[in-house]
């Protein structure tokens, strides 16, 4: 059974930083996309950033220069380092691997809060 385990999530302070870790059961890690979901209280899930199984990367508008995603194939874990933190990053994260529009699964998420 394929599981997802998040974590690193934490209460931080504005402008500090916390690296979130998601360890993925998968056979061929490899072969999958992955990506970090968040959804704060109220709002819809949304994707953070994205890894794909070749290594190219891409980022929410409001996480570009702030946050970095990387994966290590071999320890089959995927990472999120979040750097200069805002408020209004506080969610629940959520780990997400994707090799077609059947194999899909998801970590069961992670709390990040950020406030003084």
């Known amino acids: 059974q394929v599981q997802l385990v998040e974590s690193g999530g934490g209460l931080v302070q504005p402008g500090g930083s916390l690296r979130l870790s998601c360890a993925a059961s998968?056979?061929?890690?490899?072969?999958?996309?992955m990506a970090w979901y968040r959804q704060a209280p109220g709002k819809q899930r949304e994707l953070v950033a994205a890894i794909s199984s070749g290594g190219s990367k891409n980022y929410a508008d409001s996480v570009k220069g702030r946050f970095t995603i990387s994966r290590d194939n071999a320890k089959k874990t995927v990472n999120l380092q979040m750097n200069s933190l805002k408020p209004d990053d506080t969610a629940v994260y959520y780990c997400n691997a994707r090799l077609n529009t059947v194999n899909v699964y998801w970590g069961r998420g992670t709390q990040v809060s950020v406030s003084s």
């Open positions: 998968l056979p061929i890690f490899s072969i999958y996309d």
